[in-house]
């Protein structure tokens, strides 16, 4: 008999909470005691499993952007940049294409765990995204055209001009004011098509996605320098994984020191001035 606080103990027995849990389970019924052991085993394997889930932490990173940045096969450069940054911290990660919108709703929602790649200041309108502090590109807002003779010096350089753009870019519906003519199309094929055809002078695009379509529709277009705005873009993460914001900007920081964001830079994206 041990004695445990001046209680004596049967042999075995560390603590009263232990033998009233013994005493417990002795007038159980069997069946009872059966269901009892049943609850606690799945009690534990869930708890087990929620562990594990935490250790092996796999993330959705969406994205509303087209080629060159976003491809249907994985190859654009948004895809591997975020492969290579959650590789590098050995974590697993999916990156998924959505409608503009839907993406940064899901991503506010923790639907989907975070979003590539938005200008400063989106946690105002979506306060549970949390932004990722070294950007991951330069995004450059820029006017094409066929005709040689317009040239570009700010938004007022588009007033004399049919002008069209992809519908839900802000930036455009703020700024494109007065112009002889405004058109909002669907897609890049849809905007290229209009200058092809002669019912836009001015078609407002993003200058690498710009050129990426410009070549593969083969439709001539010049690009207007200099840009009508050049917006700094980053990855927001939900705020469930605030803890990996720091960790996320340092590789990024780590990747441009070493090069690696410069030649996955290169192949993605300035092969497309060649």
């Not at 002889?180 to 209009?194: A, C, I, S």
Request: proline fraction near 4%; include cysteine.
């Amino acid at each position: 008999m041990a004695i445990v606080g001046g209680v004596g103990l049967p042999s075995g027995v560390r603590s009263p909470e232990m033998a009233y849990s013994i005493r417990f389970s002795a007038r159980l019924k069997p069946h009872r005691l059966f269901a009892l052991v049943a609850v606690c085993l799945f009690m534990l394997a869930n708890t087990s499993s929620q562990a594990w889930s935490g250790e092996k932490r796999k993330l959705v990173i969406n994205s509303g952007g087209n080629e060159p940045y976003v491809s249907s096969d994985g190859s654009g450069f948004y895809t591997l940049i975020v492969n290579e940054i959650f590789k590098r911290l050995g974590i697993d990660v999916e990156f998924i294409s959505l409608p503009n919108q839907r993406s940064l709703i899901f991503a506010n929602d923790g639907i989907d765990d975070g979003n590539m790649a938005r200008i400063k200041g989106l946690e105002k309108k979506y306060p549970n995204l949390i932004r990722v502090p070294e950007k991951i590109i330069d995004y450059e807002f820029v006017a094409y055209s066929l005709d040689t003779d317009i040239s570009m010096d700010g938004w007022e350089s588009l007033k004399p001009y049919e002008v069209a753009y992809i519908s839900g870019w802000q930036i455009f519906e703020t700024n494109v004011r007065d112009t002889k003519k405004r058109t909002r199309v669907r897609n890049p094929t849809q905007l290229f098509g209009l200058l092809q055809n002669k019912r836009a002078d001015i078609i407002l695009f993003e200058h690498w996605s710009g050129l990426y379509w410009n070549k593969r529709l083969n439709v001539g277009a010049r690009l207007l320098r200099p840009p009508l705005a050049t917006r700094a873009l980053y990855m927001y993460l939900h705020k469930k994984h605030a803890d990996l914001v720091p960790a996320v900007a340092q590789t990024l920081t780590d990747m441009k020191k070493d090069g690696t964001y410069q030649r996955i830079f290169y192949d993605k994206l300035a092969v497309l001035v060649e």
